[in-house]
């Protein structure tokens, strides 16, 4: 585990930098929240959330954005991850807020943009001061310059140009009533830190994410599985493939890639030789453009 | 944008994974300078020479390159107001990794109106690299860099000597310049200093070796980040540990467990170690260390871990954990050089909020001591305020005492932030420097 020179590995490393980020926002900031989607990220996140006060529980809600397109297997794993950990589930509706008229449904049926709207709304209405994301600074070039602790004003807006400095591990998490901080624990992590640190402490995981036979439909180059959100369109071919999710989102817009890997292991050996990002590889909604992440973080978007 | 399916047992994707999962430590870098440097194009070299740029990303900055070959340099630009203006204005953080390290790179902008943003990339890194243009040599901007560098004390410092392509590879220019810096970096007290002679345009000497200029001897400026001995930075021998948060499950199954958790700021812990506790001064020992895999032996920097305590002691969250004969200075006089953030300058009487290690309090300015002019390092004792981007001399008197050592000797416990208590905004960074009055 430990060498007798005293180094830690960069797991270790990134772990322990996790848990301290964690504990300083249950330590200082009123009332926190942990944006849990079941995806993998997010299961790191949590997992990290459960060692930094253990063996106390957790001591904040989760909470799931649920835009109503999930991977049923997504959903499940959710709610049996909050039951073994006796944490509460806040979910915010995103077809709620769609009946109730609060949003409406964007013409591409993307419901990216429209969860923004609802995600402030649970904010305000729980008071929650923090909000623990999964999101990594590797994922794409807008996130890469956020901070650890991520000042957002009254409207849930970041300003990128001007974020407060962040000196070392002294973060401050001070606001006014009405303003939030986001805080992104797994910053300094990259994908492939993510899945080895879910082999090396044997986390559970969605079966979404491994390498199994699906029915596949073929759409700008990209495959997508067929399922409840994703009915085969006129003229599109439906065949057999050995595919996988490198990430969940909504179940209508997030592709699968060729895969053979069928255990965690293998993913690894996957994500260590592929040459492509997994936003790129996997998501529609992300190629509006170039500046498409940073636009939609300054409204709020995660 | 699909890719051919990866033969997971193929000998490529196998190596690939022993060497993703080989066990490697982490080394933090910052760099600074501004585009005219190369410091754009010398992160894109590192990053796609360790083969840490996708295709997608590749493909994008191809299409968006105007000249005849691929401009690394737009790959780390990230907003776009940087790419629109062509600079960059705050720190974006990048990985890659070789079989031997993984590097996570901050890459800090070099105008002096985005200090701040610098100091926050700087904050971290066990290296920092400051580019000099071989052709313009070292220039006021390169002097902040290696100033702002050996204020945070970031242990190493590299200075890349770039586009000597453009002064045909000249020893005498590399040299002249080498040892300008040498000078200046001797009156700053930088442990250890590097100079690399390199055209990250070409590739020269950033990756591997160039044999375009056979007088240089030294490594290549990856092989020298990989190599580069960090293990002994840190203070292993002054046993520090602020208490963060209070772990009390009142469960039945852990009806007495209470627990101190927090992350080891220096020195190493060891169940059964004689402890005391500040600012109560009660000394217990310790009991059992939880960490995230369960209960350890012993515990060293930085460890996020969980203390449990033989004695049942009052101990809250900004108490500090150290050994009864290696206690830090309990003091509520600060004595500090602090780097000012804010428009709104510093002055003295005003009132601060100050936070150290887990530890918060209010503060006065008692005085200005003197400025320091970052160029000349010339000390003003007339000056009457620090403005935005300001270093200076300044000495505070806090509410409550805090638990400080010298920053050169412990980086944990002789630093600190400066809040603003009206706008809630980070407005200066402290460290404690050494023979303080």
């Known amino acids: 585990m430990t060498t007798p020179d005293y180094r830690l590995t960069q797991l270790e490393t990134l772990e322990a930098e996790s848990i301290h980020v964690i504990r300083e926002v249950a330590a200082e900031l009123e009332r926190p929240v942990l944006l849990f989607s079941g995806g993998k990220d997010s299961i790191v996140m949590l997992e990290l959330a459960r060692k930094a006060f253990a063996p106390a529980r957790i001591p904040f809600p989760v909470m799931h954005v649920d835009t109503g397109l999930n991977f049923p297997d997504v959903l499940e794993f959710r709610d049996k991850r909050v039951a073994e950990l006796g944490v509460q589930l806040v979910v915010a509706s995103v077809p709620d807020a769609i009946a109730r008229g609060v949003v409406k449904e964007e013409p591409n049926g993307s419901r990216n943009r429209i969860q923004t709207p609802v995600l402030l709304d649970a904010v305000e209405e729980h008071g929650f001061t923090a909000l623990f994301g999964g999101a990594r600074r590797d994922e794409d070039k807008a996130r890469a310059k956020e901070r650890v602790f991520s000042f957002r004003d009254e409207f849930g807006q970041w300003d990128p140009k001007n974020q407060r400095p962040e000196l070392w591990d002294l973060y401050n998490g001070r606001i ?44 700008q180059g990209m495959l997508y599985a067929v399922n409840e959100f994703v009915r085969p369109r006129e003229g599109e071919r439906v065949f057999r493939e050995s595919v996988r999710y490198r990430t969940v989102g909504d179940a209508n817009l997030t592709a699968a890639v060729r895969s053979r890997a069928t255990t965690v292991e293998e993913v690894i050996a996957e994500v260590a030789v592929t040459r492509m990002t997994e936003r790129g590889a996997t998501r529609g909604d992300d190629k509006v453009s170039d500046a498409a992440m940073e636009d939609r973080k300054k409204e709020g978007y995660f | 944008m699909s890719e051919p399916v990866v033969d997971v047992h193929s000998p490529a994707a196998e190596q690939a994974a022993e060497i993703a999962t080989a066990r490697k430590d982490i080394l933090r870098i910052a760099t600074a300078g501004s585009v005219d440097d190369g410091k754009s194009t010398l992160i894109g070299r590192l990053l796609y020479d360790s083969k840490a740029v996708f295709e997608d990303q590749y493909e994008a900055i191809e299409r968006a390159s105007k000249g005849d070959f691929v401009d690394l340099a737009l790959l780390t630009d990230g907003l776009r107001a940087e790419r629109e203006q062509g600079i960059t204005i705050d720190v974006a953080y990048r990985y890659f990794s070789t079989p031997r390290r993984t590097f996570i790179l901050a890459d800090t902008p070099g105008h002096v109106q985005y200090t701040r943003n610098m100091v926050t990339g700087a904050s971290t890194a066990d290296l920092a690299i400051v580019l000099v243009d071989a052709r313009k040599g070292m220039l006021e901007q390169s002097r902040r860099h290696a100033f702002l560098a050996s204020l945070l004390r970031v242990p190493h410092l590299v200075v890349a000597v770039n586009k000597m392509d453009l002064v045909d590879w000249s020893q005498e220019t590399f040299e002249a310049i080498a040892d300008e810096f040498s000078a200046f970096a001797a009156r700053l007290d930088v442990p250890d200093l590097t100079v690399v002679p390199i055209s990250a345009l070409h590739g020269d000497n950033v990756v591997t070796r160039s044999d375009r200029a056979p007088w240089y001897q030294g490594p290549s400026l990856l092989h020298h980040l990989e190599h580069v001995h960090v293990a002994s930075d840190r203070n292993l021998v002054d046993a520090r540990f602020p208490v963060q948060y209070v772990v009390r499950p009142q469960s039945d199954a852990h009806h007495d467990y209470r627990g101190y958790a927090g992350t080891v700021a220096s020195g190493v812990l060891r169940v059964g170690d004689e402890v005391q506790v500040l600012p109560s001064g009660l000394t217990t020992s310790i009991a059992a260390i939880d960490g995230p895999r369960g209960p350890v032996q012993e515990v060293f920097p930085p460890m996020a871990v969980t203390l449990r305590l033989a004695d049942d002691l009052d101990v809250s969250r900004g108490d500090l954990v150290c050994r009864p004969a290696n206690a830090p200075q309990a003091t509520q006089d600060l004595d500090a050089l602090v780097c000012w953030m804010a428009e709104e300058p510093l002055r003295p009487r005003q009132r601060l909020a100050v936070k150290h290690t887990t530890r918060s309090v209010r503060a006065v300015v008692k005085e200005l001591v003197y400025r320091l002019d970052v160029n000349t390092l010339h000390r003003d004792q007339e000056a009457t305020e620090l403005g935005l981007n300001d270093i200076g001399r300044v000495r505070l008197r806090t509410t409550q005492p805090l638990f400080v050592d010298d920053y050169n000797r412990n980086r944990v416990t002789g630093r600190f932030i400066l809040v603003d208590e009206a706008t809630n905004a980070t407005v200066g960074a402290g460290m404690l420097p050494p023979h303080r009055g």
């Open chain 1, 176 to 219: 006014h009533l009405g303003e939030s901080i986001r805080v992104f624990p797994l910053s300094n992590w990259t994908e492939l830190d993510v899945w080895q640190y879910i082999a090396r402490e044997g986390i559970a995981i969605p079966p979404l994410y491994l390498a199994q036979e699906r029915e596949v439909v073929e759409r």
